[in-house]
């Protein structure tokens, strides 16, 4: 059994915490993933902004960061979503804000699970199992159903 904790720290984000934890649940039972801790923070512009300063040397804010801090055979993951971005999009794109932070939590879970986007087709690979899962979920095709910009 894994024990997942969801902490809501931004303001007019739709909260669906059954859902989302549902969704990790899925995505770590797919992936055979047992005995891990999954801690996922729903954050602003500003505390993701500095996170990703601090740990990645990036100016401003991203959609997700993900980190791992297993030790030994104790299998961590933290995952830091940015819920006022996840907001924005959705309305862009004409999907609900509920979706797109799944695709964020999705998108973080998979990195730490081995999967990686700095290749097209590494990314090609990723954004299709992201929509699988999404998909199967409940949540519909999220990312291959972006709107031209």
């Known amino acids: 059994m894994n024990a997942i904790q969801i902490t ?22 797919r992936f055979g993933v047992s005995g891990a801790t999954i801690g996922v923070a729903i954050v602003d512009d500003a505390r993701i902004g500095e996170l990703n300063q601090r740990f990645l040397g990036h100016e401003g804010p991203t959609d997700c960061l993900s980190f791992d801090l297993s030790d030994g055979d104790a299998r961590v993951f933290d995952l830091v979503v940015n819920g006022q971005m996840a907001v924005r999009e ?11 932070l799944a695709l964020y939590v999705t998108h973080g879970l998979l990195h730490q699970l081995g999967f990686d986007d700095a290749e097209p087709e590494q990314a090609r690979r990723m954004h299709e199992m992201e929509d699988e899962i999404l998909q199967h979920a409940g949540f519909g095709v999220v990312y291959n159903d972006r709107s031209p910009l």
Do not use: Y
């Open 8 to 29: 809501w720290q931004a303001e007019d984000v739709p909260a669906d915490e059954p859902a989302l934890e549902s969704l990790v649940r899925t995505i770590c039972e």
């Open 90 to 100: 959705a309305a862009r794109r004409g999907h609900p804000g509920r979706a797109e």
